[in-house]
């Protein structure tokens, strides 16, 4: 009988509590095996939903014949023998909570009253058994003969019996039931409870109303419900001819509002309170199974996407053991504080999972300089199993593998179909992510569905170990008190750190959580298309030197708990999206640059912490190993000014680090005989130098490493690092608290470096410039002339300090102890300096004597990029005109205020040609001038070379790391080459050359408190560019001219060769 | 596993049995030896594989060694190669590397013999298809007390194949590039379950000079390498060259 339109309506809703009876209603006799109903009761008691089962039967024959075992006990309860007992089951299966006992004297009494029942009846000539061995009872059975015992009630049986009793004399059953309560009465039991399931009476103490009186209370009351929240389901509500039917006691007054529905076939109608819907037990699974779809739609929608648009996609199609490590490195996510590489949850032969914490190091070997990173406990680990297997993409057929970094939230995304060797197919899908909105949190939810066969699906988290290596001292594990763990580790010699992780069931999985042999575990039977999901949650607290306290992690554990992954998510995307509103590049007409670009800059914000002034963005950010998290002159020179114009608070606290770690500066100046601060060439924990004096070479041979003794522009790179973020942001107290002490003591340094030759001008003698196949070189144009222009600005610094703040002005001077005297002598090295600089022909010699060495054929240093030393030989590069890296042009790059269009070429075409890119520093760099100097097909040609550092195919760079210094390069590419957008002192020059694919760019910037908008086009024959500026005026530069931009809307036009012009529209 | 020693009786055939046989021992294998007599060809086998079994067949002998790698347990096919007093590899040779269906042990007479096999060179461009013979002689021939060097010769072109890794072309600060570039090297192309002794080694020039003097150099006495099995124009050329100016054996291994 198909439902009614107000019986579907009425069943259209969840219900807490599920109570049922149990013969004829849930199976149709006691040799079928109800399956289905045994995997959806497990189902939804690993969703929480309570279930009851009503029957006169006992435990061996309900819970024979169902066999549930629920993860967890306290869902199921089995309501038996009507009403004198009351189990729960739970994963050992059932177990007794109480049991109604009769006295001997009911024991008495029953037996009495059915005895003299069997006498009256066989007086009428009619032939019965008395069943003595019920709890609390003892059954009549009416009719014998009847062949099979285990089946219930049908219309043939009502009839043969009723036609025997009439035989007798007696009008149906329902006369027999109130022979036997009078008899009942007689033998002493003031009240006897009479049932008839039409076949027997029973004549006992307690019937299936006690039974519903024991769900009310253990299920509604107990738990805080109310009886609408149950639905109680049986087939037989109404009377059977003459008697009511069996389930026609569960009707109790208190439970009027629960709603009530027949299965049966009820030939007599129902009681107005059921809802009768017939059926039988396929109808009693179709509502069972309803009340699943309910929940299991949460769980569906609750499985997170990543963002459609395919320009904020990265994704990895397949699985490619060769490359999975630079795979792993892609797709690391990442907050600034920690980094977590992108391997499988699984694990296979080839992942390399590793979390690296920014800032906690440790002694790497004996030689204390040495400091390496000291990784966390693997976090991602996540075993499954499925029909028993062990699930890993060697277990049978990959069916379909894809993983996706949503650049735009931050999240990892996996999908995965695999095809078992036992021959069934799993739907797996992942994701995660290290919160950006709170920096110590971490977290993936992970969902495996059976698509084509019912079974056990169980997922088991572990923390591992890292396969990162690092100079861990000890990891000690210990168990929270809710399922989890905790690892506190601690660096050799150093810092340490705090995991704290747990998982548990997603909500509306039906799943549900326990422990097995240390490791959670979480699993259930599952039918096709149900999820298993979990959730992963991890806090990561750190400190530079020392552990820090279980209790830190769990804090933070619980505020990721209480949040739940969706909120965490929630919060996590929010953050990204404020961050990509002052970040996105958006570029419209060329794909591959946007998906660069988008790359970076994604990269970026997730290696960089805002506020942490003890971390800086190391040389290959937080997604491998490799340069162990050091610090180089990539940050200042090549990542900063990305977060100057996009987040100028990271920039801030990038450069606070430097001024922290001044003392380690001073350190390593005074000890290599000079004054003031020599930032290290590697930096890391203390600020101290961390360059090791030697390394391996291609074959594993011991080569000298100088670039720790002679590499010392980056003092200078530091300084100029302080500067454009000062000149850019208008961040006055940052320069007046930080920035102006670290610009002296970097003068000074230069000053001290610098000695006086022969020919009474200053140099700087035995220095590494950029280029690094020339090592040991005298008066390195760059190194020189920012070390000139670094003193020049220290002395602007400190006569802007004296003017804006005379009193600290003093007491910086006293505390320095700089006189007038030493300044007097600084500014006297600044204009002897050597620098390389020949006016006639606008060059600068990279280093004195570079012009001697000797020329190498062009078609030797091609295809670039090229590693010169390696293909031509270290030997040959130390004697030959081949540059690794921008070295003058990079000058040209950086101080493009003090040198004009007319150096910056004449310099660019002479070392373009003989720079081998051998550098990742390289080729973003030669981008930005060649697109500043309209050489569009170079510029496009670097800085395509660029982006294929980190994603190219065939070259495998990324697998340790990624090129942090490569992507800030693609940035200022893009910024101030393409979109040709520059910082000229306190004003920003527009000056566009877009590559011929790239229909428009929009650029969004931060400057001197304003925030600006760009939207630049190539039109057919001229540029046009659209700003909305908010909070403050903007000052640019058209044409030359300085002119300032009042808040609002404003749109520039130029023709090719003509001068901008403002536009209406 | 078994080793198919393809004699032809000739006094060649000496120094293919005794390393084909030294081969054997070193990886495990059985070695059985065949004759085929092709039309006008000698009767019967060589006199310098007496201590081997020596099956006797009839026909075009790549035919029958093809077919016997297809047939029977045959893993791999030792063959001799002319002296370098004849150059070219014969027939028998081009025709089984020109359809590759087993690991082919070639030995040329004056080679350096295969003894106790304590050193192989396996040179590897970077490209994954190139590796198969890094995976067969990590499943063969990895032992204890037997390095295997991982040979890399870099040249101007770079393999154009998805997940290839060939030496650095950009060296930002070496102490870090190189061993982060050696372990990658390491991990994508050897497998090695029995934690053999692997040296990865990074030369630059001419791949078949290079390889050779290597191999002098390191006393290799084996040199394994993938071929695809064309000596169509631009390809084949490493491994056609090595045939004439190998001083050691061998093993080319089909690529996969």
Redesign the interface.
Known sequence: MLPRDDTSKALDREFAVLCFSWNGTVVADREVDPMAVRSRVERLCALGVDIAIVSSANVATVDGQLHARPDVEGRLFLFLSSGSEVYVVGPNGPRLLERRRATEAEEAQLTTAAEALRDRLAAAGLDIEIIYDRLNRRGVDLIPEWPDPSKPPTAELQERVDARLARAGIEGVGEVVELSRALSREAGLAHPHIASDTRHVEIGLTDKSDSMRHVLKALIHDRGRRPQDMIVLGDEFGPIRSSEGSDYLALIPELRRSTFVSVGVEPNGTPPRVLHVGGGPDEFLRILHDQLAYREEVAYASFPDPARDRAWRFEVKGF?P??E?EVETWLTVANGECGTRGALEEGS??STPATLVAGVFGDGTDEPRLRQPVPAPDWTGLRLRAWGSIVNLSNGELIEHERVLDMRHGVVYRYWRQRLRNGHTLRVRTARFASLADREILAVRAEATPEDAPGRIVWAGAVGVTHAGGPTKATEFEKLDEPGFIARTRGRNGGGHVLAVTTRPAPGSPVVRHMEQARDVIGGRLEPGDPATVDRLAALVSARTRVPSADAARRALARAEELGFDELLRRHRAAWDARWRDADLVVDGDAADQEALRFSIYHMISTAHPSKDTVSVG?RGLGGM???LHV?WDTEMFVLPFFIYSHPETARTLLAYRYRNLDGAREKARHMGHRGALYPWESADRGVETT?P???????EM?P?L?GLMEHHISADVAWGVWEYWKATADDAFMASMGTEIMLETARFWASRSSVGDDGRYHIRLVVGPDEYHEGVDDNAYTNVLARWNIGMAVEALGWLDHVDSGYAEELRRRLDLDDAEISDWLDVMRNLEDGFDPSTKLFEQFAGFFQLTDVPIEKL??????A???L?REVTLRAKVVKQADVVMLCHILSDEYGDDVARANYDYYEPITS?????SPGIYAAVAARLGDMPTAVEDFKMAAA?DLA?????A??GL?MATMGGLWQAAVMGFAGLQRRNEALLIDPHLPPSWKKVRVPLWFRGARAEFEIRRRRAGDEVGITIERTSLRVILDGVERELRPGKHRLRRADGQPWQEVTR | MTLLIAVADSSADGELVASAVNLAKAAGWDARAVHVREPGGPESGSAYAEDLEIVDLEGDASAELARLVGKADVDAIALGLRTTQAPGMGHVTEALLERPTAPLLLVRPGMRPLTTLRRLVVPLEG??SASTAMRHADDALCARGREIVMLHV?T?S???????????????????E???W???FC???S?CPEGGRH????R?GEPVSTIVKEALEDGAELIVLSWKGSFAEGHGAVVKALLDTAPCPLLIVPAG
């Open positions: 490619d060769f490359r490590r032969a080839v040389a490799s340069y162990f180089f090791p030697y390394g391996l070479g291609p074959d594993g080569v490493i670039s091609r295809p670039r990029p090229m590693a030393d390696l293909m030989g890119h051998g550098s990742s520093l550092i195919d065939n070259m495998g760079n697998a340790r090129h | 490209s994954p870099a101007k770079t393999p154009g194949e998805r997940g290839s890794f060939p030496a650095p072309r950009i060296v930002d600060q070496e102490h870090y190189w061993t982060d050696q372990e990658e991990m994508r192309f497998q040296r990865v080694c990074v630059v």
